[in-house]
């Protein structure tokens, strides 16, 4: 079976700190890649998603950038922390061989920018 | 622009008193519905995907049903575990890849 994981469950950083959050797939091969971020009381975001190793496509602009080095690892980096980016951020996972397959999700990362 | 409308944004409900979660959808073609199930501080739990108006998917005491307009999702005798945010989210022909998510009705089942 397929399982994903996020780490870590949670983060406080200062402003203008930099970000790493880590995202791998397991069980699975050549998945679609998503990164999310779910502010309180609103849906969920998409900020980036990948169909293949090196292949990120950007929702929204911002400070935020996404890579995937392998082919199950997705990597959200951020140079420079804002308060605004405070929240809780989701990597989900998809099969590619079909485009109307659901999303999996992993656990997420409450991040709190001081 | 494809949007996805969730009603109410809270229900509470007494355990065993059915109800309906309501999803209003307007997309461009749809390739897919789906229902999530979110308990507090964790991920989306995928429950449901329906790809067509009548179509119905049933797992235990929750069922989806789909129109061309809208999705419900009918929850039966309701126990207090059923209570969690339920999101809808829409993938339609103009957007490979991409949900775009409702934001969700929080269900308080109260024993």
């Known amino acids: 079976s397929q399982t994903i994981h996020q780490w870590p469950a949670t983060l406080v950083q200062p402003v203008g700190s930099p970000l790493s959050l880590e995202c791998t797939v397991e069980?699975?091969?050549?998945?679609?890649l998503y990164w999310y971020r779910q502010a309180a009381g609103r849906g969920l975001q998409l900020l980036f998603y990948s169909v293949g190793i090196g292949q990120i496509s950007s929702e929204v602009p911002q400070n935020l950038s996404a890579s995937r080095p392998q082919d199950r690892q997705f990597i959200l980096s951020s140079k420079k922390l804002l308060l605004s980016d405070s929240g809780f951020y989701l990597c989900a996972w998809s099969r590619t061989r079909y485009s109307n397959q659901p999303q999996h999700f992993g656990d997420g990362t409450r991040l709190s920018i001081l | 622009e494809d949007q996805v409308t969730q009603s109410p944004e809270a229900l509470r409900l007494q355990e065993g008193e059915s109800s309906s979660l309501n999803c209003s959808y307007t997309v461009s073609g749809l390739r897919g519905l789906f229902w999530y199930r979110q308990d507090p501080g964790k991920g989306p739990e995928f429950l449901f995907t329906?790809?067509?108006a009548g179509e119905e998917k049933e797992k235990e005491r929750l069922k989806a049903t789909l129109t061309k307009k809208e999705s419900f999702l009918h929850i039966t005798a309701p126990k207090p575990e059923d209570s969690a945010t339920y999101l809808c989210a829409v993938q339609g022909y103009g957007a490979t890849n991409k949900l775009i998510f409702g934001t969700g009705t929080l269900l308080a089942v109260q024993p």
């Open positions: 329906l790809y067509s």
């Open positions: 069980g699975t091969s050549n998945p679609n």
